[in-house]
Every structure is written in structure tokens, then in C-alpha cells.
């Protein structure tokens, strides 16, 4: 209970700190959210109305704790260029990216973990040769070029799909997951590329420890002893990685949501930006960090789990 409380401790000052520092960041860049939402038309009289409409006169740490305030609520704010409630733009929008995000996650386990275990198992033949240099070469491509050779081979030479023809999930499921399973592929394969190298190396690691010999000197077999012993110790840093990239997944999603036109937070984030919309992008930023920190912070539950020589003090 210590350790989940000092965990737990420390996740709540990290979303304080880093709700700061957001806040901050966008009050001290250059732009005018006043002059984004009115135009470069419009009267000094106007913006200055504006400004006080919004409050952007008042005192920073003044204007910082009732956003903070607000946002524990559940108030995110209105939205400076739309005028609605930015939590309504963010729920039509956020299924989309989650659902890429999981996705994605899913096609990372499911084909990291029997190349992973096979690789390991055929360490240094030919097989384990092309495999890992083939994996080197995906685990250094970023998430958008990724996108876009996959839209050209599939989309464009295969026409498997039509680049920027999104279908919403509402309208049509199936059609919708037909798209972005392509993106969800772009978005998984660097990852599937550093969890095969992460489980063969932990795997061959763990091959070479005494309990090993000594279950072979009882009789079992590779496969046993792999699949009984080795894995079982060697998936956790494995795990541990799952559980950070599934929130790094999440940013994925909203990088590659550009490259495939689809209509997810990426969209508005970036839409936002450009406006100095910053209820809507001060919104976003912290949800992410939030699940990128709660994230790590259930990763660290299950590794205590798994683990249970991990204590408080480590």
C-alpha cells in the first residue's frame, strides 16, 4: 500500500506541475487570442472587450487557479473561436483517436510477441539475421513517413483503400475500421519493432541464468522451458514498455490523424493552435499527459505485482 500510495503521490503533483507549466507556456508565447478570434479587422475598442470578456486581463495566478479550479470540476472552458464548451468538442472527437490508439496497441502485441519469442528461440541463424535487420530499419521510421508509404503502396498502387476517404464510426463501423487499420499499422510498427528486440534480448538474457540449466537437467524440453520459465521473467521489461507505449500510441494517433485526413483530436489540436485557442489546447495537452502518467502509473501497479521484490523504496 506504501508503494501504490507514493505512486499515487507522485502522479497527482506531476498533473499539478505540468498544468502549470502548460498554462504558462501559452501565456507567455507571442499571439493574441483576442486578435485570432475577432480577425485583423477588427477595432482596438472590440479586442479590448474581448480580452476582458475572456479575462485575459486579469493577473496570471489569478486566471491559473480558476482554470485549475474549473477544470477539477469538469469545466474545460469554452472554446475562443467556436463558443462552445471545449469538453463538446473534445467527446465527439476523442472516440476516434482512442480507438486508433487501442488499435494500434492490439496489432503491437499481437505481432511483437510470437516474433519476439521466435527470434529469440532461433537466436543467430539466418532467419533471426533478416529478421532483426529488417526490424532495425522499422523501429527508425517515425510514425508519419510510415504513413505516408503505406497510404502510397497501399492506397494509391494497391487501392486497398482511398487516401483521405475517413469514414466515420458512426455512419459505418466496419467501413471505419477498414481505414484506420492502415494508420493504426503505421502508428504500431516502430513499436512492434523495439518489443521484438526488447523480448529476444530479455529472453536470451534469461536463457542463460541457472535456473534455466537447471530445468533442463530435469528433463524438460526447449519449448517448456521457454515457455514456462524463461518468458515468464523476460516479459516483464517488455510489459513495462507496453505499458509506456500504449500512451505513446495516444500521441501517435493524433501525429498520424494529419497524414490520413482523419477527423480525431489531432485535428482540433492543431486547428486550435493555430488560433490561439488555448482553453481547447491547454484541454487536450493535460488529458494526454494525464494518460500518458496514469499510464506509467498502472504499469509500475502491475510491475510491483509481477515483481513483488519491488518496494517503496526502489
Known amino acids: 500500500m506504501k508503494y501504490i500510495g507514493k505512486k499515487l503521490a507522485t502522479m497527482l503533483i506531476t498533473l499539478l506541475g505540468i498544468s502549470f507549466l502548460v498554462y504558462l507556456a501559452f501565456d507567455i508565447i507571442p499571439g493574441d487570442a483576442a486578435l485570432a478570434a475577432l480577425g485583423t479587422d477588427a477595432t482596438p475598442e472590440s479586442l479590448e472587450a474581448l480580452r476582458e470578456q475572456l479575462g485575459l486581463n486579469r493577473p ?11 477544470f477539477i470540476r469538469g469545466d474545460f472552458g469554452t472554446s475562443y473561436k467556436y463558443h462552445i464548451p471545449v469538453a463538446d468538442m473534445i467527446v465527439s472527437k476523442l472516440p476516434i483517436t482512442v480507438i486508433m490508439a487501442m488499435l494500434s496497441f492490439f496489432i503491437m502485441v499481437v505481432i511483437s510477441l510470437p516474433i519476439g519469442i521466435y527470434t529469440a528461440k532461433h537466436s543467430g541463424k539466418w532467419a533471426d539475421h533478416l529478421i532483426m535487420t529488417v526490424n532495425q530499419v522499422m523501429m527508425s521510421v517515425p510514425h508519419f513517413f510510415m504513413g505516408i508509404m ?7 498502387v494497391l487501392r486497398l483503400f482511398t ?3 475517413f469514414v466515420s464510426y458512426e455512419t459505418d463501423f466496419r467501413g471505419f475500421l477498414a481505414y484506420i487499420i492502415f494508420p493504426c499499422i503505421a502508428i504500431a510498427i516502430p513499436k512492434i519493432a523495439m518489443s521484438v528486440k526488447l523480448l529476444r534480448s530479455s529472453c536470451i538474457e534469461e536463457a542463460k541464468k541457472d535456473y534455466v540449466r537447471t530445468a533442463y537437467s530435469k528433463g524438460n524440453n526447449t519449448n517448456k522451458v521457454l515457455y514456462r520459465h524463461v518468458l515468464r521473467n523476460a516479459i516483464i521489461p517488455v510489459v513495462t ?9 495516444l500521441v501517435g494517433s493524433i501525429v498520424i490523424e494529419q497524414v490520413f485526413n ?3 483530436i489531432g485535428r ?8 490561439r485557442d488555448y482553453p481547447v489546447v491547454e484541454t487536450i495537452i493535460i488529458l494526454i499527459a494525464f494518460v500518458v502518467i496514469v499510464s506509467n502509473f498502472c504499469v509500475d ?3 510491483q505485482l509481477i515483481d513483488p521484490r519491488i518496494s517503496v523504496q526502489d
Open 60 to 70: 496570471f495566478l489569478q486566471r491559473y487557479f480558476e482554470w485549475l479550479f474549473n
Open 163 to 165: 487516401p483521405g476517404g
Open 301 to 303: 501497479i502491475i510491475y
Open 241 to 249: 514498455l507496453w505499458g509506456m507505449t500504449l500512451a505513446d500510441m
Open 150 to 156: 503505406i497510404t502510397y503502396f497501399f492506397g494509391l
Open 268 to 275: 482540433i489540436l492543431l486547428t486550435s493552435i493555430s488560433y
Open 262 to 264: 482523419i477527423p480525431g
